[in-house]
Nanobody, 121 residues
Framework: QVQLAESGGGLVQAGGSLRLSCAAS????????MGWFRQAPGKDREFVAA????????FHADSVKGRFTISRDSTKNTVSLQMNSLKPEDTAVYYC??????????????WGQGTQVTVSS
């Protein structure tokens, strides 16, 4: 079993930055790739970024490429999402997930509770 806890969400003006963190706990948490997803009101959950088990590979959704960066610190069992140049359309609940290295939400076995990010125009 893996437990995930997100932090770092909040309210920011357009053009600003936020850094989300996800703390993973559980005996096998380091065995999983990690991903970030988001869900805006009335919309489906969408992929944001993923990092491999080793941290050596990452990929990002086109909508955030060049603005967001995912990283992980395996020594601390944490994964982060640095979000720069935020736009109002980035407003959503952001979820951390553990599973297979993929952009498909169905490939992730464990999910956090989510953290709200609100970007004002």
């Amino acid at each position: 079993q893996v437990q995930l806890a997100e932090s770092g969400g909040g309210l920011v003006q357009a053009g600003g930055s936020l850094r989300l963190s996800c703390a993973a706990s559980g005996r096998t948490s380091s065995s999983y790739a990690m991903g970030w997803f988001r869900q805006a009101p009335g919309k489906d959950r969408e992929f944001v970024a993923a990092v491999s088990r080793s941290g050596g590979m990452t990929f990002h959704a086109d909508s955030v490429k060049g603005r967001f960066t995912i990283s992980r610190d395996s020594t601390k069992n944490t994964v982060s999402l640095q979000m720069n140049s935020l736009k109002p359309e980035d407003t959503a609940v952001y979820y951390c997930a553990a599973g297979h290295y993929s952009s498909a939400s169905g490939e992730y076995d464990y999910w956090g509770q989510g953290t709200q990010v609100t970007v004002s125009s």
